[in-house]
């Protein structure tokens, strides 16, 4: 089973939300877990392209990046 990254995971959760199928708990369930995983790496991508963040913060972010999504990382 290939590993989920960040942007898959995010789509996952986003069509949960929008599916009509499913009852209006789990449409709310998929709305608030694709925004936890959304802030997750966009808030380390911010903080890498900041530019009073300094080589630690940047190494830190970068590291936060690839945490929250590991295999998008390899098509690079």
Same mark, same amino acid.
């Given at each position: 089973?290939? %590993?989920? *990254? ?5 789509? !996952?959760?986003? !069509? ?13 369930? $998929?709305?608030? @877990? ?11 991508? !911010? ?8 080589? %630690? !913060?940047?190494? *830190?972010? @970068?590291? $936060?990046?690839? *945490?929250? %999504?590991?295999? $998008?990382?390899?098509?690079?």
């Amino acid at each position: 089973m290939p %590993q989920k *990254n960040a942007h898959n995971v995010y789509h !996952g959760y986003d !069509g949960l939300s929008k599916n009509p199928n499913v009852s209006p708990q789990m449409r709310q369930y $998929g709305a608030e @877990m694709k925004a936890q995983v959304s802030n997750q790496f966009h808030g380390q991508h !911010g903080a890498y392209h900041n530019p009073s963040t300094g080589s %630690q !913060g940047k190494s *830190n972010a @970068m590291q $936060g990046m690839q *945490n929250a %999504q590991p295999s $998008g990382w390899q098509k690079r």
